[in-house]
């Protein structure tokens, strides 16, 4: 079952694409010193069992959170902390400070030696992260005074600056980082969505591009307007290869069915005498006419009036902006 209206898109995606483990070994592996990199065992990374939020913890939980090992069998236990920002956050130095004093509480409790835990914040906002990540950077004190303040360094990872190609054999991943990406964007970008299709030309052969698939335009449609749904529709035909034959995605094929796009409800709440169905027919085709003429750069016929027409003619609207967009 889909989650077609999630709290918090940008958080909700980016757990739904580092929950899959490849995914968040890759993006370690792109993301870490070179140095540490080369003494982790990448393959021991997996997904910590254990909570370190209280039950009476009302703030934000630690994100995604990672156990690894070191290559020459060092029993020493690292903690790969991921955590995901937004916004650009004035007290993330306080909460990481936070996150991983518990880490050594619970080890502590635990009977279990001090770790180490590598800190890495994956940045998705608009603004240019000005924001210290270390206590020591945002206290106002003189050197003689600094080694007084606890201090920690952590990874800072802007997403608008990571090159989304470092893994070419996972193209779900890139699809994924590139939604991330424009997501963040006023208006959804027409050309950069279609080649986040492309790349997803094979997912019905492989489960992960088939939820990458599902997940990136559940995630557009949650970011903006439901009624680029039509839109979606066109750059999802216009990323397959000629002659694929493709069907609908899942989740845009639930998405009409629910009623979610504006001209649907229009249509809906106008009482059209055709009845629900055919009003859900009617605004796809509503909804897909103002797309062509978007596409076309055409005027845009205002839904009032497109409304006011009957299915047959609606249709053959439709036909006719097809045909020219063929002949371009």
């Not at 030696?113 to 890495?120: G, K, N, Q, S």
């Amino acid at each position: 079952m889909f989650e077609f209206h999630p709290a918090n898109p940008h958080d909700h995606f980016f757990r739904r694409t580092f929950d899959v483990l490849p995914n968040a070994r890759a993006l370690l592996k792109s993301q870490l010193p070179a140095e540490l990199v080369a003494k982790l065992d990448l393959q021991s990374i997996q997904p910590a069992k254990e909570t370190f939020l209280t039950a009476t913890d009302n703030e934000s939980r630690l994100d995604l959170l990672f156990t690894a090992r070191l290559l020459d069998g060092t029993s020493l236990l690292i903690y790969l902390l991921l955590e995901h920002k937004s916004w650009v956050d004035r007290r993330i130095a306080l909460q990481l400070l936070k996150y991983v004093l518990r880490i050594h509480e619970w080890q502590d409790r635990n009977g279990q030696p001090p770790c180490v835990v590598v800190p890495l914040v994956v940045y998705q906002g608009t603004q240019e992260w000005d924001e210290p990540t270390s206590l020591r950077h945002k206290v106002n004190a003189d050197q003689d005074l600094q080694g007084f303040v606890p201090d920690m360094q952590v990874i800072l990872v802007d997403l608008g600056g990571v090159k989304s190609s470092f893994l070419p054999e996972l193209p779900e991943l890139e699809a994924r980082i590139r939604a991330m990406q424009i997501a963040r964007r006023p208006e959804l970008p027409y050309q950069p969505t279609v080649a986040i299709f492309e790349l997803l030309q094979g997912w019905e052969k492989s489960d992960s591009q088939n939820d990458a698939l599902n997940d990136i335009v559940v995630y557009l449609c949650s970011v903006f307007d439901a009624k680029n749904l039509n839109w979606l529709t066109q750059a999802f035909r216009a990323g397959q290869a000629p002659g694929s034959g493709k069907l609908m995605p899942n989740c845009l094929e639930a998405l009409y069915e629910q009623g979610v796009e504006q001209g649907v409800q229009q249509g809906v709440e106008q009482g059209l005498e055709q009845g629900l169905e055919q009003g859900l027919t009617q605004g796809k085709v509503v909804g897909s006419i103002q797309t062509m003429q978007r596409m076309l750069n055409l005027p845009i016929t205002p839904e009032s009036e497109l409304l006011s027409r009957s299915l047959d003619e609606l249709r053959a609207i439709a036909a006719q902006l097809e045909s020219s967009a063929g002949q371009r």
